[in-house]
């Protein structure tokens, strides 16, 4: 199983909503991602699990949490939200060597749109 | 932040034809990586080519990295229809979890 399982595949919200986007992966992996990409731009990292710590947060404003339940599941919880958040949200996963990333594997990712 | 700069912005060529991008980056890499994204779809892993490699081939594909340049290319020999996507260049550091994706390159392909 080589695959990245992003849920849902669309999402509207209010400003006022709490809700939570899901990822999963079943091979083997150790470091997650949470990616963050606008229309017609690259995808921006926005947080990086690995061995289920976060290692990596951009400086994302704290309406966005990120939590890793176990090696398999990441999970972006989403409260209080702004419309300039609207965007896909991409999930990956890769092998970690201890010295470099390998490459990524994304899920198809969620389209979010705030209203 | 981003690491690489791509360029052409957009690509649009003839069914058959070849397709070049490429990319610069700013500081020493560990590796340098291709994606490919239809569409509001998740990226799709194309290449990964080491900074101790200098070219690597993967059927139609065909990856350069020159270090003492900070450069990269991407070919696409006898593209077709289904090349249609964006294209995204990473760079991976030593010790370091980050990827960092250049700006992409839009490619069309017409029949």
């Known amino acids: 199983d080589t695959e990245v399982t992003q849920t849902p595949k669309h999402l509207v919200m209010g400003m006022t909503n709490k809700k939570s986007l899901k990822c999963e992966q079943h091979?083997?992996?150790?470091?997650m991602y949470w990616y963050k990409q606008k229309a017609k731009k690259p995808p921006e990292l926005m947080f990086v699990?690995?061995?289920?710590?976060?290692?990596i947060n951009e400086s994302v404003p704290s309406r966005f949490s990120p939590e890793c339940p176990n090696s398999s599941l990441l999970n972006l919880h989403l409260h209080a939200l702004q419309p300039e958040d609207s965007a896909l949200y991409l999930c990956?996963?890769?092998?970690?060597?201890?010295?470099?990333?390998?490459?990524?594997?994304f899920g198809s990712g969620t389209q979010l749109s705030v209203l | 932040s981003q690491q690489g700069e791509e360029d052409p912005q957009a690509l649009s060529i003839q069914e058959g034809e070849n397709a070049t991008m490429n990319c610069s980056y700013k500081?020493?890499?560990?590796?340098l990586q291709w994606y490919r994204q239809n569409s509001g779809r998740g990226l799709v892993h194309l290449i990964l080519?080491?900074?101790?490699?200098r070219e690597k081939h993967s059927g139609r594909l065909r990856v350069t990295l020159d270090t003492s340049k900070k450069s990269s290319s991407l070919l696409i020999t006898a593209s077709r229809a289904a090349d249609t996507a964006s294209y995204f260049c990473?760079?991976?550091?030593?010790?370091?979890?980050?990827?960092?994706f250049g700006a992409g390159t839009t490619v069309t392909v017409r029949a």
């Open positions: 990956a996963s890769s092998h970690w060597t201890g010295v470099s990333n390998e490459k990524l594997f």
């Open positions: 091979m083997g992996h150790r470091a």
């Open positions: 699990y690995s061995y289920e710590k976060l290692s």
């Open positions: 500081t020493s890499i560990n590796n």
């Open positions: 080519i080491r900074s101790n490699e």
């Open positions: 990473a760079t991976g550091r030593s010790n370091d979890y980050k990827l960092s």
